[in-house]
């Protein structure tokens, strides 16, 4: 009995050890988990503007990860496609943007800012804005564009990286339109708290900031989070009430430094207006 039940222990740890393994490096990195939001008073009953965010891909190849994701975002056929920074993490990659893009229908409107990485791999600005140009998608930095789906107008304020760049709300406001919606994009969370102070009545006090960056964690052992990048500040994932705006702090599509994502899987999420 004593042999049987050490010989069952030890079976049951290594099979726990393998389903973490299998789990960090594989099922949470891979398989994307899509959220749905509804804002104010959209509902599954009411007609809505869909718009999604994707964020921190890191895109190294063009795998069964990004190709699923491709598909998804077709499949749903949002009206705006919001993509928050850390695309790619160094100059080598941008044509492995430009084929991810590709894969997405042009028809799909898409707004990015840039994050960290962008700057820290040296990629040229200059070529990443073309090569978003090619693909119906507006870089964003330190500026705001008006939108018009429907008989909806969206503003859309992108913010130039808090690490790597120059955050600057208070440029990017000068472009800014009053419009049904008003969306921020802003790849680190923490200038959030700047943010806040810039937004009053007169550029819309309902504004959604979106954001990135913390990977939630990348690793979370159990509610302990060992590591988040500089510029994430008090924030890590979900929603975040900041002044007057609410943010969604996005976990992301791919990894960065270490290739292991543990109780932080990865997302794409879907917000109706």
């Known amino acids: 009995m004593t042999i049987n039940r050490r010989k069952f222990l030890k079976t049951g740890l290594l099979s726990a050890i393998g389903a973490i393994f299998i789990d960090a490096l594989w099922l ?33 190849s063009l795998n069964f990860q990004l190709r699923s994701l491709s598909e998804e975002i077709n499949k749903l056929n949002p009206d705006l496609l919001l993509i928050t920074g850390d695309a790619i993490d160094d100059s080598t990659n941008l044509s492995l943007l ?42 964003l930095i330190n500026e705001s564009i008006q939108l018009s789906f429907k008989d909806k107008t969206i503003s859309v304020t992108g913010i130039d990286d808090y690490i790597g760049g120059n955050s600057d709300i208070a440029t990017a406001l000068l472009s800014y339109k009053p419009s049904d919606f008003h969306l921020i994009l802003n790849h680190c969370p923490q200038y959030a708290d700047t943010i806040s102070e810039y937004i009053t009545d007169g550029n819309d006090s309902g504004a959604i900031i979106f954001s990135g960056h913390t990977h939630g964690g990348q690793i979370n052992l159990f509610g302990w989070i060992p590591f988040l990048p500089p510029g994430s500040g008090n924030y890590v994932k979900g929603w975040y009430e900041t002044g007057k705006s609410k943010m969604y702090v996005s976990k992301g599509i791919g990894t960065s430094l270490i290739p292991v994502r543990f109780f932080a899987r990865a997302e794409a999420i879907v917000f109706y207006f």
């Not at 990015?112 to 990443?128: K, S």
Request: a neutral charge; one cysteine or more; glycine letters at 6%.
């Open 98 to 139: 430009g084929k991810f893009l590709q894969l997405i229908k042009y028809d799909i409107k898409k707004v990015a800012v840039l994050g960290n990485w962008e700057y820290w791999g040296n990629v040229d600005i200059d070529e990443l804005t073309h090569l978003y140009n090619k693909n119906n998608c507006s870089l």
């Open 28 to 60: 949470e990195k891979f398989f994307i988990e899509i959220k749905e939001f509804y804002i104010g008073s959209a509902s599954k009953e009411s007609s809505n503007l869909k718009v999604i965010q994707i964020s921190d891909l890191h895109i190294k």
